[in-house]
């Protein structure tokens, strides 16, 4: 059984930063995809990045390229998601995901959630 808790969410202002963080409890996560979503009201849920657990290769939305940076720490069965430069219209609920292989990466189509945690960006 997998365990997804994420962490680090919280208000900032306009141009800050946060840090999230996915702590993964389970079976070997080689062959898994570990990704980030986010969900505001009334919008389906968006994808926002995601790394291969077995060769760290990542991927990004276009809204988040270049301000947002996905991370593994394998020692700590540990994702992470750096966002830098915050929009207002960064604010969602951001929920971690994790999936057996590397197939349709962008489509919440995930066996595991998280219970997501708030970002909320001010102006």
């Known amino acids: 059984q997998v365990q997804l808790v994420e962490s680090g969410g919280g208000l900032v202002q306009a141009g800050g930063s946060l840090r999230l963080s996915c702590a993964a409890s389970g079976p070997t996560f080689s062959r898994y995809v570990m990704s980030w979503f986010r969900q505001t009201p009334g919008k389906e849920r968006e994808f926002v990045s995601a790394i291969i657990w077995r060769n760290g290769i990542s991927y990004y939305a276009d809204s988040v390229k270049g301000r947002f940076t996905i991370s593994m720490d394998n020692a700590k069965n540990t994702v992470y998601l750096q966002m830098n430069s915050l929009k207002v219209e960064d604010t969602a609920i951001y929920y971690c995901?994790?999936?057996w292989g590397d197939g349709y990466i962008r489509l919440p189509k995930y066996d595991y959630w998280g219970q997501g945690t708030q970002v909320t960006v001010s102006s």
């Open positions: 995901a994790a999936k």
